[in-house]
């Protein structure tokens, strides 16, 4: 039996993981959840509230109640969110409330590509193809400063740069779920690549992981 094609992207913040997910999403007609935006969302409803990120009772309830269809917003791309996502992120709780909602999407009978930092580990171990997008910190700054910068925020290189390296440090020491690549993950640098070679390189890895599946 061909299982459906589930494509699992992992990576740091501003890897380019987003932009290849949604352009794998295209070529092979799959749905795409962008999971930092359940984090995001659940952070800056936290904020709204008046509550504190290191409030694991506050945004666990935050997390169960999330309205999942008004989660792709401008509010939840702002560098503030961005840092409100990885903090609410650290709690296990958190994330045990965002679990069920995120295997559905990956257990579709019509595939699905999922991108965030523990899609391959935690949320779609047995994904047909996983990848794992990374760029250098520079590289990154640069481009999510870039975004930042279009979408009207003003905010430094230098400040965009501290912001990464701050936010991989505690995505990647947290206890539970941390990023980290799966063993069986491939591995696509993007920091020389242009969008479109990123992408093309994500089909190859994508194409070659079906045919391995298909024995
Ligand atoms: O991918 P992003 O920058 O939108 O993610 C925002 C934060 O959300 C990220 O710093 C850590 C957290 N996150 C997570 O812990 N697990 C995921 N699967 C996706 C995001």
Redesign the pocket.
């Known amino acids: 039996m061909i299982r459906p094609l589930v494509i699992a992207v992992d990576g740091p913040?501003?890897s380019g993981?987003?932009t290849i997910a949604a352009g794998l999403a295209r070529v092979y007609g799959l749905p795409q959840l962008?999971?930092?935006?359940?984090?995001?969302a659940v952070g800056v409803a936290v904020l709204a509230k008046g509550g504190r990120l290191d409030d694991e009772g506050l945004a666990a309830q935050v997390a169960k109640t999330l309205d999942l269809t008004l989660l792709d917003i401008p509010a939840h791309r702002t560098r503030a969110a961005?840092e409100a996502?990885?903090q609410v992120?650290v709690h296990p709780a958190v994330r045990l409330a965002l679990l069920e909602a995120q295997q559905a999407f990956a257990r579709q009978p019509t595939g699905a590509v999922i991108?965030?930092?523990?899609?391959g580990t935690v949320?779609a171990p047995n994904a047909i193809a996983k990848l794992f997008v990374t760029a250098s910190p520079e590289v990154r700054a640069q481009r999510r400063w870039k975004q930042l910068s279009g979408q009207g925020e003003t905010v430094s290189l230098a400040e965009v740069l501290e912001d990464i390296r701050i936010?991989d440090a505690?995505?990647s020491a947290r206890d539970s779920?941390p990023?980290t690549r799966a063993d069986d993950a491939i591995l696509l640098d993007t920091s020389r690549m242009t969008i479109d070679e990123a992408a093309d390189a994500a089909r190859r890895i994508v194409e070659a992981a079906r045919i391995r599946s298909n024995g």
């Open positions: 913040a501003a993981k987003g962008d999971t930092g935006l359940l984090y995001r961005g996502a990885s992120a991108d965030g930092r523990d899609i949320i936010r505690r995505d779920a990023l």
